[in-house]
């Protein structure tokens, strides 16, 4: 819970709207958003940059909605994107093209061509046969592509190895030791035109010391380069601050931002950052439905009406989200303690330790384990910190529609993503005669 989403009495509040009222209104399940907590957080990496040039490229991954999107590019925002979709979606939703950053270790020649024909920041460049492809495709179209190299400062970020990127066995960015002559390849290439450079070590990082020591290692090269002629106009650290879902202490925005300006001291470079996670995990939620309750021999289990195919993260990393009630029960004492124990409906209220699952036949679908809650079938739940990679991540998997999105703004709620229609999921299948 934060200043955003909170009780007042026993209901579940994003900023004034009660979440009960929305799961009435919306159905479920139903991701929610708060437009404070966005605004905020987007305000704080702006206030805490402040001191030097610097543009904050949004990770679009993160969350992709256009509402989303056209808040941040209101704010000020640029992008980082890592497809020509994505490009597409901050344009739609009236982004610059002029400040999106281009990711991503395979960009596709339409890719290119379409950033081009948009007129983009920067590709951040991860290989030397990209740099090869770019020149030809930028060529084809009498144009100048502005690059930078993702370099692989093999720094441990210690999070997650699925989210890990920074380490030399992974597949991101050119090594280390090949980034020099990478640079002078670039600078020798006719349609591009070397301006930066990009590193990012990973995601749901919770301490300053790894993107420290990146900077580091990439300052380094930074400075080699200048020496053999090359200078770069900005330098792009990556986005990867960790949030708090449940024990976490990661550095506040505040705090990460001193540490990166204080590595940066004394230098010119304009400061890119690719903030994702940060700036949205914790500004949304994910409500659900308890459609029934089932005691097994050794477990109790919440079936609830949401799935890994809306929000994947507890199934493929483990991840650990908190679960709340929207609106909170009395706990009724349990049986040993009183003898109206197990009469009809009591037993559901009781609290216990339940694991919250969906409907979907795979053992992996599940938000949470053991999780201590007093309900009873037909309550909502609300999955917390989802706000990233929930929805971005979602899929149609067992022909489910995708959920409904919503904006909380004070007590205003706006509906920003209508519930997919099963026959829109097939609407581009054909049966063979
Ligand atoms: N820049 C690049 C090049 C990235 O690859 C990423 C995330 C970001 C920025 C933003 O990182 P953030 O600030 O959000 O940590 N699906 C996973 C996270 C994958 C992150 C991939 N790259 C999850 O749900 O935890």
Redesign the pocket.
């Known amino acids: 819970m934060n200043e955003y989403f909170g009780y007042k009495q026993d209901r579940l509040f994003a900023e004034n709207v009660a979440l009960d009222d929305i799961a009435r209104r919306f159905g479920t399940p139903c991701y929610v958003y708060s437009r404070a907590a966005l605004t905020d957080g987007y305000r704080q990496f702006a206030e805490a940059f402040k001191s030097r040039e610097h543009l904050i490229c949004y ?1 679009v ?2 969350n992709s909605n256009l509402a989303i999107l056209n808040l941040f590019a209101r704010l000020g925002a640029g992008f ?1 994107i890592v497809s020509g979709g994505e490009l597409q979606r901050v344009l739609a939703a009236g982004g610059a093209a002029s400040k999106v950053v281009f ?1 991503g270790v395979g960009k596709s020649e339409a890719e290119m061509r379409q950033a081009l024909e948009a007129g983009i920041l920067c590709f951040n460049v991860e290989s030397s046969s990209e740099l090869d492809r770019l020149n030809t495709v930028a060529g084809s179209m009498g144009k100048v592509a502005p690059v930078s190299l993702r370099v692989n400062p093999d720094v441990d970020a210690k999070t997650h190895p699925y ?1 890990s ?1 920074g380490l030399k066995q992974n597949k991101f960015g050119v090594a280390y030791t090949e980034a020099l002559a990478l640079y002078r390849k670039a600078a020798a290439m006719s349609h591009l035109r070397v301006t930066g450079m990009d590193c ?1 070590i990973g ?2 990082l919770t301490e300053t010391s790894p993107f420290i020591a990146a900077a580091e290692k990439v300052l380094a090269l930074v400075d080699q380069l200048a020496a053999s002629g090359i200078a770069l106009e900005h330098l792009d650290l ?4 960790g949030i708090r879902y449940d024990d976490e202490t990661p550095p506040s925005i505040a705090e990460y931002a001193k540490a990166l300006l204080g590595a940066l001291q004394g230098r010119s470079e304009k400061i890119i950052v ?5 700036l949205v995990g914790n500004a949304g939620v994910l409500l659900t439905r308890i459609e029934y309750l089932k005691h097994g021999e050794e477990k109790n289990f919440a079936i609830v009406d949401a799935a890994m195919n809306d929000l994947m ?1 507890p199934a493929l ?1 483990d ?1 650990y989200h908190r679960i709340l009630p929207v609106v909170r029960r009395q706990d009724i004492p349990s049986p040993q303690s009183s003898p109206a124990g197990g009469r009809g409906g009591e037993r559901e209220r009781q609290s216990l330790l339940y694991d919250v699952v969906g409907p979907i036949c795979e053992t992996g679908d599940f938000f949470g384990h053991a999780r201590k809650m007093a309900v009873d079938k037909g309550d909502t739940l609300a999955v917390m910190s989802a706000g ?2 929930g929805m971005s ?1 979602s899929s149609n998997y067992n022909t489910r529609p995708r959920a409904a999105e919503v904006m909380v703004d004070d007590a205003v709620v706006h509906l920003v993503r209508e519930r997919e229609t099963v026959s829109q999921l097939y609407a581009a299948e054909k049966i063979v005669a």
């Open positions: 990770a991954k993160a980082d990711s989210i990127t990012h995601s749901q990556g986005g990867g601050l690719e903030p994702g996670r940060v993260r990393y991840a990233a990679y991540m």
